[in-house]
């Protein structure tokens, strides 16, 4: 339950936006080992190749994020079909910056529908 002291709310708000946040470093090595079905050891070596950076807890423990969990799984599933390790890192890197590029051209409005109005700037109306 979230109390009435609106002093709380925005504390409470913010924890909240956490669980959606693709990039929340939530996942500890050994969790993170055991969701991707792999060793420690490898995530260590993405890490080492410069593939994902996971971010440090206070005592220096690694911590990851869904999206690099997402990217280790498809690592894992290349090395898994025989590419190596360095040429796996580097297609997925290619692959995440393909997905980035699109995402950022990708009409923000949908297809046929006018675009919305300025703002500032009034409508136009034909004379």
Sequence with gaps: MIPDNHDEAPTLRSVAE??????YPAYTT???AEMLNTSAGFLR???EARLIEPQRSSGGHRRYSRHQLRLAARVRELVDRGTGLGAACRIVTLE??????RAAVEPRHPP?????PL???PPHRPD
């Excluded at 956490?18 to 990039?23: A, L, S, V």
């Excluded at 995440?96 to 590029?101: F, G, N």
Aim: no cysteine.
């Design 45 to 47: 070596s993405l890490d």
């Design 119 to 121: 703002r500032g700037v």
């Design 30 to 32: 050994g969790r993170a």
């Design 18 to 23: 956490k669980f959606d946040d693709d990039h």
């Design 112 to 116: 046929g529908e006018p675009y919305p």
């Design 96 to 101: 995440d910056q393909l997905r980035e590029a």
